[in-house]
């Protein structure tokens, strides 16, 4: 023990100086994991949230309609929680506050200007959207103008060329020259000015889309101003066609077109085409005002983000270098403790293990050796103090349990045989038993059957002779006239042949009825064999029980033997003989289960075919039974042709039928009495395969 105290100090003091090491480079650690690399990480988010305020503002400003605005917007607000959170966050983890501030105004800036940027570019969208609407205002007015003066234009052309067919058909007519006259200065006084008045009015109402095109186009005030000063002009012209319309109803509509046209094109008019456009330049301006400013807030963002980032960069680096120190000087104090952990142990294994130690525990090796190779007289000797010592006593022990546990092997070597002398006496005194039953049974049942077979073969045999002396009969009766003596000699040996055959069935059917006794004997033989059976598991179910808890109680041994330590080792091995006996004991428990369960099976199907045997004999009881009324009915047809032989010479024909009758009932009971004889040859074949599982089933629980 005494040499154990330097190693354990030695690892006391090596342990101190690992935990101070591993503190200082915890703590070092923890400011870079919970301070400087969350920083960075946020900051990095920071710097990429500021990214996509800077990305939605490019894309509001390139916006095509108030839809797109609408979606790359969206998000907006929630980044700007989000940048407002990540600068809260920076704070905590303690980043300088004066850049955190910068940054925060400067994207709170970009934040507003970005919203101004989509205020005024739905603004621009909503005058585009104004100035497309009055454009074609003023286009579907100017093309109603002119799709009126083009009418009125047609209609003067018609009246022209009218007047001037009408002015040809009076040349040479010296009656029709006034008239000539006022036709021609009609034509030229009314149609052709109205032609030429509708012609110049739908060439002016042409230019109007034009000039609201050019006012579109304009890119800047100056050409705004030129195409405004060429307006005023047109619609004077405009006003003037318009005053020479010849249809006054046209004309109505027309002046009215013009008051729409005036009100859209007149600079003078409020929300004129001229105002929407001036608008659109003061709001584009200010949009590009807006954009320089985002260009310039997001350079500034990007080198606050940089100054952000590389501070985060430094406490990091700060910090690893205070890690890369502390873990330079524990590699130092680690190499001196682990030279003194080798030198100060191999002077405790030079003058104190090898000198004492493996001395007694070679002496203690050699003795455990012996008690290995079953030399259970080996001693053990030791007069220490010490663990070796206590190992020593705890060798005494095992040699000792392991002298019991030879004793307890051998008394359980000679209670197993001797229970496996009397579960084969048992099993051959049950299969005597049953071999005797069955095969007494079967040899009673194979005699009654072939008693049966052999009176059926008579029944058919005389059967057969009735048949016969029917039909001599029948012959005879043809010639009643002349042979009335050799009809009643015929009918006496018939009646005497029927006499025979009730005598055969009654026969017959004492045998059937004494046949099924038997097979009722034979049901209940196999039944007390079932029982004895169940009664035999039983007595296997306590002996599997008595195992289960040997079992258990080797179980139990074992555990207290590992509860003792060495001291228990010996009774471990006991306990674990024990176990392995009771282990056999249910193997063998378990296969005689085995052939009292296939026992039980045979005794099933031996208790099945006994009571197809006695339903069998039942059919064939039956069938005799139809033999006696047939026979019955045969001499009672016999009688009668006794009685009428005396008058067979009046009664021939009389005769003749009754014979045919006879005839029919003779061949009936044939077939009847083949068909008793099929059911004995049956019967007397399920009878053999009872007699082979029987006697297979006494073979198998023998050779157990």
Not at 15 to 25: E, G, Q, S
Not at 31 to 43: Q, R
């Given at each position: 023990?005494?040499?154990?105290?330097?190693?354990?100090?030695?690892?006391?003091?090596?342990?101190?100086?690992?935990?101070?090491?591993?503190?200082?480079?915890?703590?070092?650690?923890?400011?870079?994991?919970?301070?400087?690399?969350?920083?960075?990480?946020?900051?990095?988010?920071?710097?990429?949230?500021?990214?996509?305020?800077?990305?939605?503002?490019?894309?509001?400003?390139?916006?095509?309609?108030?839809?797109?605005?609408?979606?790359?917007?969206?998000?907006?607000?929630?980044?700007?929680?989000?940048?407002?959170?990540?600068?809260?966050?920076?704070?905590?983890?303690?980043?300088?506050?004066?850049?955190?501030?910068?940054?925060?105004?400067?994207?709170?800036?970009?934040?507003?200007?970005?919203?101004?940027?989509?205020?005024?570019?739905?603004?621009?969208?909503?005058?585009?959207?104004?100035?497309?609407?009055?454009?074609?205002?003023?286009?579907?007015?100017?093309?109603?103008?002119?799709?009126?003066?083009?009418?009125?234009?047609?209609?003067?052309?018609?009246?022209?060329?009218?007047?001037?067919?009408?002015?040809?058909?009076?040349?040479?007519?010296?009656?029709?020259?006034?008239?000539?006259?006022?036709?021609?200065?009609?034509?030229?006084?009314?149609?052709?000015?109205?032609?030429?008045?509708?012609?110049?009015?739908?060439?002016?109402?042409?230019?109007?889309?034009?000039?609201?095109?050019?006012?579109?186009?304009?890119?800047?005030?100056?050409?705004?101003?030129?195409?405004?000063?060429?307006?005023?002009?047109?619609?004077?012209?405009?006003?003037?066609?318009?005053?020479?319309?010849?249809?006054?109803?046209?004309?109505?509509?027309?002046?009215?077109?013009?008051?729409?046209?005036q009100a859209a094109l007149d600079p003078s008019k409020p929300n004129n085409l001229f105002a929407l456009r001036q608008a659109e330049f003061a709001t584009e301006e200010q949009l590009n005002t807006i954009l320089d400013d985002n260009a310039a807030i997001t350079e500034q963002i990007a080198l606050t983000a940089e100054r952000l980032l590389g501070e985060m960069r430094a406490k990091i680096n700060d910090a690893n270098s205070g890690v890369a120190e502390t873990i330079a000087t524990a590699e130092i104090i680690m190499i001196v403790v682990a030279i003194a952990a080798i030198v100060i142990p191999t002077?405790?294994?030079?003058?104190?293990?090898?000198?004492?130690?493996?001395?007694?525990?070679?002496?203690?090796?050699?003795?455990?050796?012996?008690?290995?190779?079953?030399?259970?007289?080996?001693?053990?000797?030791?007069?220490?103090?010490?663990?070796?010592?206590?190992?020593?006593?705890?060798?005494?022990?095992?040699?000792?349990?392991?002298?019991?546990?030879?004793?307890?092997?051998?008394?359980?070597?000679?209670?197993?045989?001797?229970?496996?002398?009397?579960?084969?006496?048992?099993?051959?005194?049950?299969?005597?038993?049953?071999?005797?039953?069955?095969?007494?049974?079967?040899?009673?049942?194979?005699?009654?059957?072939?008693?049966?077979?052999?009176?059926?073969?008579?029944?058919?045999?005389?059967?057969?002779?009735?048949?016969?002396?029917?039909?001599?009969?029948?012959?005879?009766?043809?010639?009643?006239?002349?042979?009335?003596?050799?009809?009643?000699?015929?009918?006496?040996?018939?009646?005497?042949?029927?006499?025979?055959?009730?005598?055969?069935?009654?026969?017959?059917?004492?045998?059937?009825?004494?046949?099924?006794?038997?097979?009722?004997?034979?049901?209940?033989?196999?039944?007390?064999?079932?029982?004895?059976?169940?009664?035999?598991?039983?007595?296997?179910?306590?002996?599997?029980?008595?195992?289960?808890?040997?079992?258990?109680?080797?179980?139990?041994?074992?555990?207290?033997?590992?509860?003792?330590?060495?001291?228990?080792?010996?009774?471990?091995?006991?306990?674990?003989?024990?176990?392995?006996?009771?282990?056999?004991?249910?193997?063998?428990?378990?296969?005689?289960?085995?052939?009292?369960?296939?026992?039980?099976?045979?005794?099933?199907?031996?208790?099945?075919?006994?009571?197809?045997?006695?339903?069998?004999?039942?059919?064939?009881?039956?069938?005799?039974?139809?033999?006696?009324?047939?026979?019955?009915?045969?001499?009672?047809?016999?009688?009668?042709?006794?009685?009428?032989?005396?008058?067979?010479?009046?009664?021939?024909?009389?005769?003749?039928?009754?014979?045919?009758?006879?005839?029919?009932?003779?061949?009936?009971?044939?077939?009847?009495?083949?068909?008793?004889?099929?059911?004995?040859?049956?019967?007397?074949?399920?009878?053999?395969?009872?007699?082979?599982?029987?006697?297979n089933f006494v073979t198998r629980v023998r050779s157990e």
């Amino acid at each position: 023990m005494m040499a154990i105290v330097p190693i354990a100090l030695l690892a006391v003091i090596a342990a101190a100086l690992a935990v101070f090491a591993f503190r200082i480079t915890q703590t070092q650690q923890s400011v870079v994991s919970n301070e400087a690399i969350p920083a960075l990480v946020t900051g990095q988010e920071l710097y990429a949230r500021s990214n996509q305020v800077s990305n939605i503002a490019r894309n509001v400003a390139v916006a095509q309609n108030a839809e797109e605005i609408e979606a790359v917007s969206a998000e907006l607000d929630q980044i700007e929680t989000e940048l407002n959170n990540d600068i809260a966050a920076l704070a905590e983890l303690g980043v300088d506050g004066a850049i955190l501030s910068e940054f925060s105004n400067q994207t709170e800036t970009l934040v507003g200007n970005i919203r101004a940027l989509k205020e005024t570019q739905m603004s621009l969208f909503a005058n585009d959207v104004a100035t497309n609407a009055l454009v074609n205002e003023i286009v579907t007015a100017a093309n109603a103008i002119e799709a009126s003066a083009r009418a009125l234009n047609t209609d003067a052309n018609m009246a022209l060329t009218n007047s001037a067919s009408a002015l040809y058909s009076m040349v040479g007519r010296e009656d029709q020259t006034n008239e000539a006259f006022n036709t021609l200065d009609k034509l030229l006084d009314v149609d052709a000015l109205d032609a030429q008045n509708m012609s110049d009015l739908r060439a002016i109402a042409f230019q109007i889309p034009g000039l609201a095109e050019q006012v579109v186009a304009a890119r800047d005030t100056d050409a705004l101003d030129k195409v405004k000063f060429a307006i005023n002009p047109i619609l004077t012209q405009l006003q003037k066609g318009i005053d020479l319309m010849p249809d006054p109803e046209a004309k109505e509509t027309a002046q009215a077109t013009l008051a729409e046209l005036q009100a859209a094109l007149d600079p003078s008019k409020p929300n004129n085409l001229f105002a929407l456009r001036q608008a659109e330049f003061a709001t584009e301006e200010q949009l590009n005002t807006i954009l320089d400013d985002n260009a310039a807030i997001t350079e500034q963002i990007a080198l606050t983000a940089e100054r952000l980032l590389g501070e985060m960069r430094a406490k990091i680096n700060d910090a690893n270098s205070g890690v890369a120190e502390t873990i330079a000087t524990a590699e130092i104090i680690m190499i001196v403790v682990a030279i003194a952990a080798i030198v100060i142990p191999t002077l405790i294994l030079w003058l104190y293990v090898s000198r004492n130690l493996l001395r007694r525990l070679i002496g203690l090796n050699g003795a455990m050796t012996r008690l290995t190779k079953g030399d259970l007289d080996a001693e053990v000797k030791d007069s220490g103090s010490d663990e070796i010592a206590d190992m020593a006593r705890s060798v005494e022990t095992f040699r000792e349990n392991a002298r019991e546990a030879e004793r307890l092997r051998a008394q359980n070597k000679e209670a197993e045989e001797r229970a496996e002398e009397q579960r084969r006496a048992a099993l051959h005194e049950m299969a005597d038993g049953f071999e005797s039953s069955v095969n007494t049974l079967v040899t009673e049942l194979l005699t009654a059957v072939n008693e049966m077979r052999d009176t059926a073969d008579n029944m058919e045999r005389n059967a057969g002779d009735n048949v016969t002396r029917a039909a001599e009969v029948n012959e005879a009766s043809q010639n009643a006239s002349s042979n009335v003596s050799s009809v009643s000699s015929a009918t006496e040996e018939l009646s005497a042949s029927i006499r025979e055959i009730e005598r055969q069935v009654a026969k017959a059917e004492e045998i059937s009825q004494t046949a099924v006794a038997e097979a009722r004997k034979s049901d209940e033989t196999v039944r007390k064999m079932s029982d004895t059976a169940d009664r035999i598991g039983e007595v296997i179910e306590l002996i599997t029980t008595i195992a289960d808890q040997t079992n258990l109680l080797a179980l139990n041994a074992t555990i207290e033997s590992a509860r003792a330590g060495d001291a228990g080792k010996g009774f471990a091995v006991v306990a674990n003989e024990v176990k392995n006996l009771a282990s056999q004991t249910q193997r063998a428990t378990e296969d005689i289960s085995q052939q009292i369960s296939e026992m039980r099976d045979v005794s099933s199907q031996a208790v099945e075919m006994i009571s197809t045997i006695a339903r069998t004999i039942g059919e064939i009881d039956s069938i005799s039974s139809s033999i006696a009324a047939a026979m019955s009915q045969q001499g009672a047809a016999t009688g009668e042709i006794a009685n009428g032989s005396e008058e067979a010479a009046n009664g021939v024909r009389h005769v003749s039928d009754n014979m045919a009758s006879v005839s029919r009932a003779a061949e009936e009971f044939r077939e009847m009495s083949g068909s008793a004889r099929s059911v004995a040859e049956d019967l007397l074949a399920k009878a053999h395969s009872l007699q082979t599982e029987a006697n297979n089933f006494v073979t198998r629980v023998r050779s157990e």
